[in-house]
């Protein structure tokens, strides 16, 4: 009876929050190269003693702005942004000269069904359209996955499939105009697929997690008696050219890729039951 009632609780304070918000007005925030340092990042408010990964995502942020990339919020201490980049500057392996490359779309918890990803994507698609962008191209998958945007939504919001790239990546894009070139995967991607044997890890600093959790998964591999590669993409070059569709974290286990999850120490250990079977 105790936990029904605390979920009930739980359940009414929700509600509370979600009405809070609708009756405020909250701007949205675009970081600059002027007000990153004092702003939070989202995805990773603070950092703790020891650690680098919200200082690694504003360093790499303030290298990516020189190329054109945006990251807009919402003014709110929590996960609503997007951040975006001209495609010929993502880090990401695929040709869509002229397009808008979505990096990243998050609205989580509470901030959900408010109609802010609505919004942040309505203001992408303006910002883009402005800047004389063909159209959106955004990293999904068939089905939702760990660290990926809903493909559902964006489906909903008129994106369709541009390409795909092995084991379940999906490019999806929205043109602005009629018969647009269609965006495309490189080749060095498709197959999901490298030379190497053992656990791989390619990874890089656009995610804050991954840079904290990259050296983490080493460890918990040698705890398992192995050893672990781990390659940092630090290079649009070598982000452009990489074997995964997805740059910022990715798993291999001889020469096959594994997973995109940031992996903990129970989770890895499922993989490996799997792996080794």
Excluded at 19 to 39: M, V
Excluded at 160 to 165: C, P
Excluded at 236 to 246: G, H
Aim: a positive charge.
């Amino acid at each position: 009876m105790l936990l029904k009632k605390g979920k009930r609780l739980s359940g009414i304070r929700s509600e509370r929050q979600a009405a809070r918000l609708k009756k405020q007005d909250i701007a949205f925030k675009q970081l600059t190269l002027e007000n990153l340092d004092n702003e939070h990042i989202c995805c990773a408010i603070t950092e703790k003693k020891g650690e680098t990964c919200v200082s690694s995502k504003k360093a790499w942020l303030r290298e990516r702005m020189k190329d054109g990339l945006v990251f807009n919020k919402l003014d709110i201490r929590g996960k609503v942004f997007i951040e975006y980049i001209p495609a010929e500057y993502a880090w990401a392996p695929i040709d869509a000269d002229g397009f808008m490359y979505i990096d990243c779309f998050w609205v989580s918890g509470q901030y959900k069904g408010q109609g802010y990803a609505n919004q942040l994507l309505d203001q992408c698609i303006a910002d883009s359209k402005a800047k004389g962008k063909k159209g959106l191209v955004i990293l999904s998958s068939g089905k939702k996955m760990p660290f990926l945007s809903d493909p559902k939504y964006l489906k909903h919001k008129g994106f369709t499939v541009a390409d795909t790239a092995a084991p379940y990546f999906e490019l999806l894009y929205l043109p602005f105009e009629e018969n647009e070139a269609v965006p495309r995967f490189r080749a060095c991607a498709k197959e999901g697929k490298i030379d190497e044997q053992g656990f791989v890890l390619y990874y890089s600093s656009q995610c804050p997690h991954a840079d904290k959790y990259a050296p983490l998964l080493e460890e918990i591999v040698k705890g398992y008696g192995m050893d672990l590669k781990l390659i940092k993409i630090d290079s649009t070059d070598a982000a452009r050219n990489a074997p995964v569709a997805f740059t910022t974290y990715a798993l291999f286990y001889n020469s096959m890729f594994v997973t995109n999850e940031i992996l903990s120490e129970k989770s890895f250990g499922k993989y490996w039951g799997r792996l080794k079977e």
